[in-house]
């Protein structure tokens, strides 16, 4: 196997899930649609839950037998793999739309729309 250098910005993370995706055969038959794209958001949100109420350190990682990393943490990094496959899909710039929406959001009034939790 090739190795090749990681990335280092969300763009450059996006680009290389998503070729990951493409190499591995997850767009062989048709796209993806939205619709499959957040169902699996949603089920690695469910893996990490799954994990926490049977008892899992919210912290911990580890490594499995067969060399996996498991863990809540892992979980939520596959969801975001998921995420930045979908902004590489829709050929969407995810470190310009990030910005965006965290300088909006720095500048919101405290607790903004009278939220209690």
């Known amino acids: 196997m090739k190795e090749h250098k990681l990335p280092q910005t969300l763009n450059e993370w996006v680009a290389d899930a998503h070729r ?3 190499d591995h055969g997850w767009y062989d038959v048709d796209n ?3 619709g499959d ?9 469910s893996e990490a839950y799954e994990a926490y109420r049977h008892g899992a350190d919210v912290r911990a990682t580890w490594i499995d037998a067969n060399g996996k990393p498991e863990g809540i943490p892992v979980e939520l990094v596959d969801c975001l793999i998921r995420l ?3 902004f590489g899909q829709n050929g969407l710039d995810l470190q310009a739309i990030a910005t965006t929406k965290h ?3 720095k500048q919101r009034p405290y607790r903004h729309g009278n939220k209690v939790t």
């Open 84 to 86: 930045f496959d979908w």
């Open 20 to 22: 990951i995706s493409l």
């Open 103 to 105: 300088t909006y959001n």
């Open 32 to 34: 993806r649609t939205f």
């Open 37 to 45: 794209f957040c169902q699996l958001f949603v089920s690695e949100i």
